[in-house]
């Protein structure tokens, strides 16, 4: 009788056991097929990828007390806009601007002191002997303030500053920086919300064979946009620290809307997001964008996973583009197809311990792109000096005319020896300006565009 009592408790057990297994399965297979869950698995993923070739190596972090000094040189043609500016004064206007920036003298210089609480930048641009920029922006004392040499020979006293107000609990720029890339995805993601999901059982090509699959579908018109990134931005000004942080950058940040009659996406015009994951596991199998605007349709499909995969550009109903994507988190190959299999372009990027090299090669007969960039580092000291070097070559070829070619490059020179000595004892209050004088700090960027013409 006791051995009867206790085969039959075991069975309850075992029985009680399951099923709460069962119930545990069921309710983490159910998160697990949420769509938000699925999409913010993809986000995650894409920003991990991002992040990887993107993220400064902690020996370059200068930590909040530095000095940055660059050099930007240009070397910039285009025979298009040579030919044309012979008949065509806006082909002129473009022309005269590329040979002048050409012709410039560019220098930016940052410098920190997180102790003192002072930080200056200055922006330089000669262009033969005459001075096209010289601004400074300074803060001092938790008060902002700016200089534009052309129009007033005084530092303008902009009012309070509170971007030293972020420094706290010995938080650094790029601590801070980490925390608001990851307070926005999470804001993001968590505006992405289920209802506005469909969801199907559909039968799609994976790979080239059909297959029964899980779909999940959400269509983004502008109103829906408006919906998402407004409740994005509200999210992050409930996040306390987010929130500090975005207003030492704009004061204004807790009060930011994007209005209504902001337009993002025009009124014809949506995006559809299909996710299309296996029957039981939910392993994502295919993504598939959908951009329509009017009677445009473009689709863009990848089939596979985040080290390797195919990327399909389509026209209507028309592959135009198919691309192989490999990458071993060192080495990120996409290789180009056109609609008959011809490969005719390739992007590699590539990531060492000095530095990244991106390299895009592209020609389909009538245009041809060649892109060259790298950056690297040299003379590193951790934490405390280094050299970058960063080089942008570009060629753009179309009907066997060169569109737009050049060369830009980047020196910088980076170390932890703020010098910070401005004297605004003379400064001007903002409020104080002559209508004319705010007319020309306004317009200073449409003046500088109207010489670069010339």
């Known amino acids: 009788m006791k051995k009867k009592k206790v085969i039959f408790i075991l069975i309850i057990s075992i029985l009680l056991l399951g099923a709460g297994i069962s119930i545990y399965l069921g309710i983490y297979y159910t998160e697990l097929t949420k769509p938000s869950n699925l999409v913010g698995i993809s986000i995650d993923q894409v920003d991990s990828k991002l992040v990887n070739y993107l993220k400064l190596d902690d020996k370059y972090n200068l930590d909040d007390s530095f000095s940055i000094e660059a050099n930007i040189d240009f070397d910039l043609d285009s025979e298009d806009y040579l030919n044309k500016s012979k008949k065509d004064k806006e082909y002129l206007e473009k022309y005269n601007t590329l040979k002048n920036l050409s012709g410039t003298t560019n220098t930016i210089s940052i410098n920190q002191n997180k102790d003192e609480k002072k930080s200056l930048i200055e922006v330089n641009s000669v262009l033969n002997k005459e001075s096209i920029v010289n601004y400074k922006y300074l803060i001092e004392n938790a008060t902002s303030y700016y200089y534009v040499d052309d129009i007033l020979k005084n530092f303008v006293n902009a009012g309070t500053s509170n971007y030293y107000e972020m420094f706290v609990d010995e938080n650094t720029t790029l601590d801070n920086i980490h925390y608001v890339h990851d307070a926005f995805l999470t804001a993001f993601k968590n505006n992405i919300k289920d209802e506005y999901f469909e969801k199907y059982k559909v039968t799609t090509n994976i790979n080239g064979s059909k297959e029964e699959v899980n779909q999940i579908s959400i269509r983004v018109d502008d109103k829906l946009l408006h919906k998402i990134l407004n409740g994005t931005i509200d999210d992050l000004t409930k996040d306390e620290r987010a929130n500090k942080i975005l207003t030492s950058a704009n004061k204004d940040f807790a009060k930011y809307k994007i209005k209504d009659k902001t337009t993002l996406l025009g009124k014809k015009e949506n995006y559809t997001l299909n996710i299309y994951s296996s029957k ?85 007969g009538t245009k041809k792109y060649d892109v060259i960039y790298s950056s690297k580092y040299d003379n590193v000291k951790d934490n405390k000096e280094f050299v970058n070097d960063k080089e942008l070559s570009f060629k753009y070829i179309e009907n066997k005319v060169s569109v737009l070619s050049g060369n830009i490059k980047l020196n910088i020179k980076a170390n932890t020896d703020a010098k910070i000595d401005e004297d605004v004892s003379n400064a001007v209050l903002e409020s104080t300006l002559t209508e004319e004088q705010k007319s020309n700090y306004d317009n200073k960027l449409d003046s500088i565009r109207e010489r670069l013409k010339k």
């Open 280 to 364: 039981y596991l939910n392993n994502v199998l295919k993504y598939e964008v959908i951009h329509l605007n009017g009677d445009e349709k473009t689709t863009y499909t990848y089939e596979g996973n985040v080290s390797k995969g195919n990327l399909y550009y389509i026209e209507d109903d028309t592959v135009i583009y198919s691309m192989k994507i490999s990458d071993n988190d060192k080495v990120l190959e996409c290789k180009i197809d056109d609609s008959a299999g011809k490969e005719i372009g390739v992007l590699k990027v590539e990531k060492s311990e000095v530095g990244t090299y991106y390299t895009f090669n592209f020609d389909d």
